[in-house]
């Protein structure tokens, strides 16, 4: 690494740099892991998606957390701004009943309906009745952690996290179909499953651009680039722990 006199990106090169880092993405064990394999493989039993239902549940509420730790960290208005427009899309555009965590809550009470255990996979029965696993609570506070620090560190971070986010909601709505024949009709599963048609939408399509167009403001210079690089790895390395934690906890 030069020291005194770094080398200076120009935007292009800056651009390219950050969609190639971007794509690494897809081959890393954020996306390819034991919890994925058995979602997407077969149904589970109601207390294996109760364990899924809790850690994913608690990750869904505490990301506009994690997000407005950015929004006030960073000073870059560019950036403040691509990260503000994530943070709105979040909590459902100002609606109360669109806000992904309550999206997400719906689709998950109507499975347990299915089930016949409709109390067993509400959110307040979850959160009473189940502990958090470690790795969920690593991924939230290593989360707060990357973001409320270094802007480049969580430049990186967020990249990592939105660039993931697309395929990450894709392999969960497959394994939701799994279930489908629980509900009575095929149009009332689908009507059920508007947490995963917010997001295969146009909303984490919009949400890498957004990351891109966040970092580039950070990736100025190769210190930056290092710090930046670093934070894309560490999300990574998080969510990789993170699902495999809750395949781990299946029995």
Not at 134 to 162: C, N
Request: with cysteine.
């Amino acid at each position: 690494m030069m020291h005194g006199s770094s080398r200076k990106w120009s935007e292009e090169e800056s651009l390219n740099f950050l969609k190639e880092l971007a794509l690494s993405v897809y081959s890393h064990e954020a996306l390819n892991n034991a919890f994925f394999d058995i979602w997407m493989s077969r149904r589970l039993s109601i207390d294996n998606v109760a364990v899924f239902a809790r850690n994913y549940g608690e990750f869904n509420r505490s990301f506009p957390e994690v997000l407005s730790i950015m929004v006030s960290s960073t000073q870059n208005i560019a950036a403040r701004t691509e990260y503000a427009k994530t943070l709105y899309s979040e909590m459902g555009y100002g609606d109360f009943s669109k806000v992904h965590s309550n999206l997400f809550d719906d689709f998950i009470a109507s499975l347990g309906e299915q089930f016949g255990q409709r109390r067993k996979l509400l959110w307040p029965t979850l959160a009473q009745e189940l502990p958090l696993l470690p790795s969920t609570t690593d991924l939230i506070e290593g989360q707060k952690r990357l973001y409320g620090g270094d802007e480049a560190t969580g430049s990186g971070a967020q990249l990592a996290l939105e660039w993931q986010a697309y395929t990450m909601q894709c392999q969960l709505y497959e394994g939701s179909r799994n279930y489908m024949g629980l509900w009575p009709s095929k149009d009332a599963f689908h009507e059920s499953c508007e947490f995963f048609y917010a997001h295969i939408g146009a909303v984490e399509k919009e949400h890498k651009e957004e990351s891109i167009s966040a970092a580039v403001q950070f990736d100025v210079d190769e210190q930056s680039r290092e710090r930046l690089i670093a934070g894309f790895n560490e999300q990574n390395r998080l969510f990789a722990n993170f699902w495999n934690g809750i395949a781990a906890a299946f029995n």
